[in-house]
T-cell receptor
Framework: GAVVSQHPSRVICKSGTSVKIECRSL??????MFWYRQFPKQSLMLMAT?????????EQGVEKDKFLINHASLTLSTLTVTSAHPEDSSFYIC??????????FGQGTRLTVV | AQKITQTQPGMFVQEKEAVTLDCTYD???????LFWYKQPSSGEMIFLIY??????QNATEGRYSLNFQKARKSANLVISASQLGDSAMYFC????????????????FGGGTRLMVKP
C-alpha cells in the first residue's frame, strides 16, 4: 500500500486564490520531504526541500513567497501555492525518503488555475 | 552537465518480449544509489528497483532487472516479458550520498523514456 499520501489529487481554482497541498508519510517519520513540479511530457523538477522544524530550502528560480512550504510534523509537509495564476498550473508531487535506499512518492496533485 | 541521461525519449516493444531502457549517470561521489520509477498516465510514481553503488550484484525485482555497469556509469533497466500494462513513462534517478545532511536524500531525475507495448 501507499506509504506517502498526497491530497488533493486534483484541484481547480480561480486565479488569485491560494491552494494548499498536503503530503503525509503514513508509516514512517520523514524529517525531510521533497516537492517536485512536472510539466507535461517533461521530467520531475525539484522545487524545494522541506525540513521538519526549519525553513525549506528552495531551488534556484523557485519563488519562496509563491510556494510556501510548512513541515509542521515528522509526517506532514504542506505546499501552498499563493495567489495562483494560470502559469502555476502543473502537476505537483511530493516525496519522502525512508532510509537511503527507498524514496516514495505521493500520488501527485494536478493543479489547474482558471 | 546532465547528471542523469536517458537517451531514448520513446520506445516500442512487442508484448512478451524483453526491452532495455538506457540510463547513464555522472557523479564523482563514490557512494550513490540509482532508482527506476514507472509513471503511468495517472501520474503516480511507482518505485521499481534500486541499485547501490557498492552492491556487488545487479538488482532484480520480478520482471525488472538492472544492468549495472559501474565503470561505464550506466544503469539500464531491463523489463522481461513485456505486458500491455508496462506502457508508461520510465524515469531513472540518482541519489548522491556524500552530503552529510538531509539534502543528500534528494533524487535527480533523467528526462524519462516513454515505453509503448504493442499487442
Amino acid at each position: 500500500g501507499a506509504v506517502v499520501s498526497q491530497h488533493p489529487s486534483r484541484v481547480i481554482c480561480k486565479s488569485g486564490t491560494s491552494v494548499k497541498i498536503e503530503c503525509r508519510s503514513l508509516d514512517f517519520q520523514a524529517t525531510t520531504m521533497f516537492w517536485y513540479r512536472q510539466f507535461p511530457k517533461q521530467s520531475l523538477m525539484l522545487m524545494a526541500t522541506s525540513n521538519e522544524g526549519s525553513k525549506a530550502t528552495y531551488e534556484q528560480g523557485v519563488e519562496k513567497d509563491k510556494f510556501l512550504i510548512n513541515h509542521a510534523s515528522l509526517t506532514l509537509s504542506t505546499l501552498t501555492v499563493t495567489s495562483a495564476h494560470p502559469e502555476d498550473s502543473s502537476f505537483y508531487i511530493c516525496s519522502a525518503a525512508r532510509g537511503q535506499t527507498e524514496a516514495f512518492f505521493g500520488q501527485g496533485t494536478r493543479l489547474t488555475v482558471v | 552537465a546532465q547528471k542523469i541521461t536517458q537517451t531514448q525519449p520513446g520506445m516500442f516493444v512487442q508484448e512478451k518480449e524483453a526491452v532495455t531502457l538506457d540510463c547513464t549517470y555522472d557523479t564523482s561521489d563514490p557512494s550513490y544509489g540509482l532508482f527506476w520509477y514507472k509513471q503511468p498516465s495517472s501520474g503516480e510514481m511507482i518505485f521499481l528497483i534500486y541499485q547501490g553503488s557498492y552492491d556487488q550484484q545487479n538488482a532484480t525485482e520480478g520482471r525488472y532487472s538492472l544492468n549495472f555497469q559501474k565503470a561505464r556509469k550506466s544503469a539500464n533497466l531491463v523489463i522481461s516479458a513485456s505486458q500491455l500494462g508496462d506502457s508508461a513513462m520510465y524515469f531513472c534517478a540518482m541519489r548522491e550520498m556524500h552530503m552529510n545532511n538531509n539534502a543528500g536524500n534528494m533524487l535527480t531525475f533523467g528526462g524519462g523514456t516513454r515505453l509503448m507495448v504493442k499487442p
